[in-house]
């Protein structure tokens, strides 16, 4: 596992986990658009959202106050304040979808995920391309349920993606911001 990578399974209890499914279902999600193409995936972002064209954060919705008691564990977890949660985001993958090969955006810090609905596998490989194969990749169940953390050199010297999933999941991504 890489340095800074951490993962903790069953972090939430089945009510939790179907609690926070019910507080996703009230959000409004729209699609994912990059510059040229639209993502498959859906998302709500509230806190501090990056913009993709100017590579700058703007403080967009506040986070709803549903989502206290998860922010509390997780930055606890973190061992952060909870105001340092400066970003969650919703995500909702339909059947086959993934996240291509990404690091998070620079002004962030670090990363939690949690996982909602279904198993996925987690795959964690180096960022600087002369390190990549076949072999250099990881490979991880990340359980529905499970949190997964990631900092430091996992957070700066790899990358991430998911497989394609048999069953809709959700996560929620959890986002500090670096000082200054
Ligand atoms: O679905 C996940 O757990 C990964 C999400 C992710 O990598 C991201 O939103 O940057
Ligand atoms: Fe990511």
């Known amino acids: 596992m890489p340095e800074g990578f951490y993962y903790y399974p069953d972090f939430i209890s089945q009510a939790e986990e179907q609690q926070l499914m019910e507080i996703i279902q009230q959000i409004e999600l729209h699609a ?3 510059h040229q193409y639209t993502a498959k995936r859906k998302v709500a972002s509230f806190g501090y959202d990056y913009n993709f064209s100017t590579r700058k954060i703007t403080k967009g919705i ?7 008691w998860i922010i ?8 952060v ?3 340092q949660i400066a970003e969650l985001l919703v995500t909702e993958y339909p059947v086959g979808s993934v996240i291509n090969w990404h690091r ?15 198993d996925c596998i987690f795959k964690l490989r180096p960022y600087e391309k002369s390190l990549q194969s076949r072999k250099s ?3 991880l169940p990340v359980r529905q349920r499970s949190l997964y953390i990631m900092q430091g050199p996992a957070r700066t010297d790899w990358e991430h993606s998911t497989a394609p999933i048999t069953d809709i999941r959700y996560s929620i991504t959890f986002r500090t911001l670096k000082p200054g």
Not at 62 to 68: A, D, G, K, M, W
Not at 104 to 118: K, Q, R, V
């Open 72 to 79: 509390d564990r997780v930055s606890e977890q973190l061992m």
């Open 104 to 118: 998070d955006a620079p002004p962030f810090e670090s990363i939690a995920g949690i996982s909602l609905g279904i």
């Open 81 to 83: 304040s909870r105001d």
């Open 62 to 68: 506040s986070i709803p106050e549903t989502f206290n």
């Open 32 to 34: 994912m658009v990059f």
């Open 137 to 139: 990749i990881i490979s």
